[in-house]
């Protein structure tokens, strides 16, 4: 079953373990993070990590971001550990390592053996399904996914994802550690990209094939997205991101759910790719930066796609068709019981800025 988060869950049973250390394996980007998070939450943190100069740089961050917030004071309640076995006595411990299933299921077995059940061990993992790290383990019941959106100290969105053999217990002391951090869980099901990467993808899929078809140039169809309350279109997005990294998750989706054509990646993006134009981190993605005024389209469009801009939609066009195409997958996501279709809607308002998720919008115009 899945559970919604508001009512459901939670009224289900009592939830008696409280949360006072958290041990957080993995001292990156993400999990200095959601270190950060844990302290901002008032929670403990034992931090660990297999590269003493990886825990350094992961303590150094901590500190500039709680200095920022003007609450280093906080940073006294982090504790870096230099093995495992000094997790044994957390309450929860997140894994934040490297993407690389053999290292996150060796991990989560060393863990499983350290961790005395019924408490809670979670992954953060973003392209792997909860159930086959859970696999390596003796008591998958306690095994939840636990994915942040960078920046997790920020983010508001965390969705906590329910494996084949994750309990309900577990998923409820998942939601109660989310909420106690101030930050708005979703309960999901174990299925590729969970729910906001998959009910996400089509916004950009959606957004280029306008492009190639001549319905506007990235500026025109941003521009329309941004006018809707979107807080960035697909093409700044991507840019953002990195063209190479969007389209790696886009093919790792896609074949993760069996390559629906749908779901294709696009051929103007993996042209650009092929091409090395990375978006803004090389200063040529869609737009150009650099010297150039902000929101110069890159010139090579001109030579991929054939007519470009010359058969622009009407501003409201484009909406109806990127929102349209995010609500056709999120009503698929909410059949397949990827999720909710309330839980859709705050995965896209709070993971993507959207200023109401897709089934609020086709109320709205129902309405
Ligand atoms: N970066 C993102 O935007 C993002 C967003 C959501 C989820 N995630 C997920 O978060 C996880 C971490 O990503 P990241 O971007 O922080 O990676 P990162 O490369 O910044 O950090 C990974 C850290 O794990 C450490 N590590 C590797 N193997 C280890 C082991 N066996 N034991 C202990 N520490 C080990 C490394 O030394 C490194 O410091 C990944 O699963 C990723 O998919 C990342």
């Known amino acids: 079953m899945l559970g919604g988060v508001e009512g459901g869950l939670e009224a289900e049973g009592e939830v008696t373990a409280t949360m006072d250390l958290i041990g957080v394996v993995g001292a990156g980007t993400m999990g200095a993070g959601i270190a950060q998070a844990c302290l901002q939450g008032g929670v403990e943190v034992a931090l660990y990590d297999v590269s003493p100069e990886a825990l350094d740089a992961g303590e150094r961050r901590i500190l500039s971001g709680l200095e920022r917030l003007e609450r280093p004071e906080l940073f006294s309640m982090v504790r870096r550990v230099d093995s495992p076995a000094r997790l044994s006595r957390c309450d929860a411990v997140i894994e934040a390592i490297v993407e690389d299933l053999g290292v996150k299921r060796e991990l989560f077995a060393q863990l499983d053996r350290l961790v005395e059940p019924p408490r809670l061990l979670a992954t953060s993992t973003s392209s792997f399904l909860v159930g086959r790290v859970a696999a390596a383990t003796e008591f998958p019941e306690r095994v939840v996914g636990m994915h942040f959106f960078r920046p997790a100290q920020v983010t508001a969105l965390v969705e906590v994802v329910r494996a084949e053999h994750g309990s309900d217990e577990a998923v409820r002391r998942a939601v109660r550690l989310v909420r106690a951090l101030g930050k708005t869980p979703v309960v999901c099901g174990d299925r590729p990209g969970f729910i906001a990467d998959r009910v996400a993808r089509p ?150 800025g959207w200023p109401r998720g897709p089934f609020e919008w086709e109320r709205e115009i129902a309405a």
């Open 203 to 352: 916004f950009y899929l959606s957004g280029m094939r306008l492009l190639e078809e001549g319905r506007g140039t990235p500026a025109d169809i941003d521009r329309a997205l941004r006018q809707a309350g979107l807080r960035m279109g697909p093409f700044e997005l991507m840019d953002g991101i990195g063209l190479e990294v969007d389209l790696a998750a886009a093919r790792g989706l896609w074949e993760a759910l069996g390559k629906p054509e749908r779901l294709a990646p696009r051929r103007i993006q993996e042209q650009l790719v092929a091409w090395g134009r990375r978006g803004r981190k090389n200063a040529c993605g869609f737009y150009v930066y650099g010297e150039n005024p902000p929101g110069t389209i890159n010139p090579d469009l001109e030579e991929l796609v054939p007519g470009l801009g010359k058969r622009p939609l009407a501003p409201a066009d484009v909406v109806r068709t990127v929102v349209g195409a995010v609500l056709d997958e999120a009503k698929l996501a909410a059949e397949e019981r990827v999720g909710s279709p309330s839980d859709i809607d705050i995965a896209m308002r709070l993971g993507f």
